[in-house]
Every structure is written in structure tokens, then in C-alpha cells.
């Protein structure tokens, strides 16, 4: 059973920043891309960031510069440093899991695990 828990979340001023971090449990996820996706009132699950197995990185125009997702497979856990927070990036943080070839990884559906979220607050 694999289970996925953020934990990191909170309220930040603009122009702040805070660390996310997403535990495995269950299964060694090493060879799993994993990912980040957020979520605001009324919009739809929007892909931010993912890390593939071998390390490749993706980032969402919007925080590209700004964000930085990483891994560490010895301790099963990914995390997303947010520095230059913007009131924007309010909205529930998700951690995911999967197997996505990298045209799919916008596709919520093509993950297979995903973590309860965390939310973060950015306050103008």
C-alpha cells in the first residue's frame, strides 16, 4: 500500500517562501516520477513541477525560476522548494506519484498515487 503525505504547507507573505515535502510509505518509489500539482478554489488540478527517475525536471511556466522540485530516494521523499512566492500560487499542494511518459505528466489521470494535500496561502 503505498501512501503519499505532504506536510509544509502555510500562510506566507508575497515574496516568501516555504518547502514542501511529500513522504512515501508503502513502497520504495525510486523508480516512479514524481510530481507536484495544485489546486485553487474553482480552477482546475494543474501540474507544477515533477521529477522523472533519472532526475529530469519539469516546471510550469508560471513558476519556472521560482520553484524547485527535488528528490531524495535513500529517505523515499520529494520535495518542492517555493521561493518568490506570489498570491497566485495559493492553492492546495499535491504530491503525486506515476509512471507518466512526459506528454502525459499535465494529465492528472496518467498518476497513480497522490497525497491528501497541504494547503499554502500566500497573502498579499
Known amino acids: 500500500q503505498v501512501q503519499l503525505v505532504e506536510s509544509g504547507g502555510g500562510l506566507v507573505q508575497a515574496g516568501g517562501s516555504l518547502r514542501l515535502s511529500c513522504a512515501a510509505s508503502?513502497?520504495?518509489?525510486?523508480?516512479?516520477?514524481m510530481g507536484w500539482y495544485r489546486q485553487a478554489p474553482g480552477k482546475e488540478r494543474e501540474l507544477v513541477a515533477a521529477?522523472?527517475?533519472?532526475?529530469?525536471?519539469y516546471y510550469a511556466d508560471s513558476v519556472k525560476g521560482r520553484f524547485t522540485i527535488s528528490r531524495d530516494n535513500a529517505k523515499n521523499m520529494v520535495s518542492l522548494q517555493m521561493n518568490s512566492l506570489k498570491p497566485e500560487d495559493t492553492a492546495v499542494y499535491h504530491c503525486?506519484?506515476?509512471?507518466?511518459?512526459?506528454?502525459?505528466?499535465?494529465?492528472?489521470?496518467?498518476?497513480?498515487?497522490w497525497g491528501r494535500g497541504t494547503q499554502v496561502t500566500v497573502s498579499s
Open positions: 503525486a506519484a506515476g509512471l507518466p511518459a512526459y506528454d502525459a505528466y499535465w494529465n492528472p489521470q496518467r498518476w497513480n498515487y
Open positions: 508503502g513502497r520504495t518509489l525510486s523508480s516512479y516520477t
Open positions: 521529477i522523472s527517475s533519472g532526475g529530469s525536471t
